[in-house]
């Protein structure tokens, strides 16, 4: 109990010392580790940050890797994200002695958008591109008690445009603790901690002739330095009561680099005849400082509505399979939805 009260003392000096207000919106990158993965975890707006668990704990709170229901669990999971935006998700969890050990990759879909230059602004030469936005995680869990988890994560971010790309590096740090006496569960996640990330690549490379120099000059070759951008962490503090079977869900969540938030949500569990079925539901507001006050409400507003969502699992001989599917509405956006398969081993 000393050492958690220790680390979750240094995580709050952490946390203190990136913690931003609304001015900061719009000052970091990487916003595709902010895209939240599993149809649990967007039905519940990471507000089940204190008891997730599994393959999709590697997302939310890398601690609750360890609290595995199988031996082996696996996740897949396809989102349509706004503007026809395509996310697919693969996460493989497995314990391993007395630690537990999780993969995942996640890579966006843009399509083709069309090519357009300073020579032509229309793209009528019908020229197209599609980035690539890839997110490597790799993550570690060890149960210390049967009250006590720890875990962390190091991701590999890596974002091309062409010919010009941004590489980073971010860790995430969780635990969770379950209470002794009392149906109550905490959760802290300290994520995308890491350096700064810059673009560079052979699309940065211009020529130009130099300035008041006289016609006929020989054009110089010049590159242009992108401007580093810091990465989107965030402090996630967690709170779950059981009360008459169902878990009420609480997380304030800390952004270095936008609005604090609060997510509040619902989630029922049943059991029948083996089968393991789940219903839950939640919204978010956004913490508006004092540094903001008076600013448009377009700009403060939460363009996020309510989300809810469900799902089962079925054993079928040594093999437990899962099927879940969220829902997060925005009447800015539309609505996004993620259909996630689990298959445990």
């Known amino acids: 109990m000393k050492n958690m009260n220790k680390f979750c003392t240094l995580l709050l000096i952490i946390s203190t010392s990136i913690a931003g207000t609304g001015k900061s919106i719009g000052t970091a990158g990487g916003s595709e580790l902010l895209i939240p993965t599993g149809a649990k975890g967007v039905a519940l707006n990471g507000a089940n940050t204190a008891t997730v668990s599994g393959a999709d704990a590697l997302f939310y709170n890398p601690a609750g890797i360890s609290n595995l229901s199988s031996a082996v669990e696996t996740q897949f999971s396809n989102t349509n994200y706004i503007a026809d935006i395509g996310m697919s998700y693969l996460a493989f969890a497995s314990k391993m002695g007395a630690n537990t050990y999780a993969l995942s990759v996640k890579s966006f879909d843009f399509g083709d958008i069309a090519h357009t230059t300073a020579l032509d602004p229309t793209g009528a030469s019908k020229k197209t591109f599609s980035p690539s936005f890839v997110t490597v995680t790799a993550g570690f869990s060890k149960e210390y008690t049967d009250r006590i988890r720890f875990g962390s994560s ?33 959760g802290i996640a300290l994520k995308n901690l890491g350096p700064k990330m810059q673009y560079s690549g ?61 997510n509040g949500g619902l989630e029922y569990s049943i059991n029948i005849a083996g089968v393991e079925a789940w219903v839950g539901g939640s919204t978010s507001v956004n913490i508006i400082d004092d540094d903001t006050d008076g600013w448009d409400e377009d700009i ?13 699992k ?32």
């Open 154 to 186: 190091l991701k590999f971010v890596n974002e091309t445009i062409m010919q010009t790309n941004a590489n980073g590096v971010a860790i995430d740090l969780g635990v969770q603790y379950t209470h002794s006496t009392m149906p109550l569960n905490l």
């Open 202 to 262: 052979s699309n940065l490379e211009q020529t130009m002739q130099p300035d008041e120099s006289e016609s006929g000059t020989i054009t110089e070759n010049f590159q242009v330095i992108a401007q580093p951008f810091d990465l989107p962490a965030s402090l996630n503090i967690s709170l779950t009561y059981q009360v008459l079977g169902a878990q009420l869900h609480g997380t304030f969540t800390n952004n270095a680099f936008g609005f604090n938030q609060f």
């Open 300 to 312: 403060t507003k939460n363009n996020f509505g309510t989300s809810f969502g469900g799902g089962f």
């Open 314 to 345: 079925l054993p079928i001989g040594a093999i437990n399979l899962g099927v879940d599917y969220g829902l997060k509405t925005s009447d800015v956006f539309g609505d996004t939805g993620v259909l996630a398969f689990n298959i445990g081993f």
